[in-house]
């Protein structure tokens, strides 16, 4: 199977600050990666898929990018609304694996 | 505007079996896989396993700690989606979501809460 390594597995952050997530892959999965979000007792969210285009409606501060192996999530001026857990998930391959989850948190 | 919504979670014993739901409207739900996601308490999303649509044969694949014991099938004339679990762990405790694609995963449901205890 695919590991998903996310990096960190938490962080501290301020309003306004500029975030980033590391996810890689144990092998090339090309592009074939989703970013979610998911806030406490809530479903996740779709955010991002083929490494980096954004869902509909997701906001323009997040962006994705990387190819292969590694990749990154970012969050280019945090806002209050953004504290949640980020989970990327690749699905070039079965079974299709997630990272950890990367909690961001509130400094 | 798309929604998923997920039933049949409850209490069970280990050893027995249970079926969720996955009722979807607001799409032509034929034409979309659907994929099974569970998240034990205070842990991870992991993917369950998925059905692709009847174009495409409706297949099926699963993670091989489900695999010989869940079982995914839909009905499309009725727009839902099943997870039948049989054979149920202590470690098939979770919140299971349904969501729409594979490979596109747009939408999710909110979720029903499957607890394996004697």
């Known amino acids: 199977d695919i590991q998903m390594t996310q990096s960190p597995s938490s962080l501290s952050a301020s309003v306004g600050d500029r975030v980033t997530i590391t996810c890689r892959a144990s092998?090339?999965?090309?592009?074939?990666l989703a970013w979610f979000q998911q806030k406490p007792g809530k479903a996740p969210k779709s955010l991002i898929y083929?490494?980096?285009t954004l869902h509909s409606g997701v906001p323009s501060n997040f962006s994705g990018s990387g190819s292969g192996t590694d990749f990154t999530l970012t969050i280019s001026s945090l806002q209050p609304e953004d504290f949640a857990t980020y989970y990327c998930?690749?699905?070039?391959?079965?079974?299709?694996?997630f990272g950890q989850g990367t909690k961001v948190e509130i400094k | 505007e798309v929604q998923l919504v997920e039933s049949g979670g409850g209490l069970e014993q280990p050893g027995r079996s249970l079926r969720l739901s996955c009722t979807a409207s607001?799409?032509?739900?034929?034409?979309?896989?659907m994929t099974w996601v569970r998240q034990a308490p205070g842990k991870g999303l992991e993917w369950v396993g998925f059905?692709?649509?009847?174009?495409?044969?409706?297949?099926?694949e699963y993670a091989a700690s489900v695999k010989g014991r869940f079982s995914i099938s839909r009905d499309d004339s009725k727009s839902i989606a099943y997870l039948q679990m049989n054979s149920l762990k202590t470690e098939d405790t979770a919140v299971y979501y349904c969501?729409?694609?594979?490979?596109?995963?747009?939408?999710w449901g909110q979720g029903t809460l499957v607890t394996v205890s004697s």
């Open positions: 092998q090339g999965i090309s592009n074939y």
């Open positions: 083929a490494a980096s």
């Open positions: 969501t729409r694609g594979d490979t596109f995963v747009t939408h």
């Open positions: 998930q690749q699905y070039n391959y079965y079974p299709r694996t």
């Open positions: 607001g799409f032509t739900f034929g034409a979309y896989a």
């Open positions: 059905i692709r649509s009847n174009t495409y044969g409706g297949t099926t």
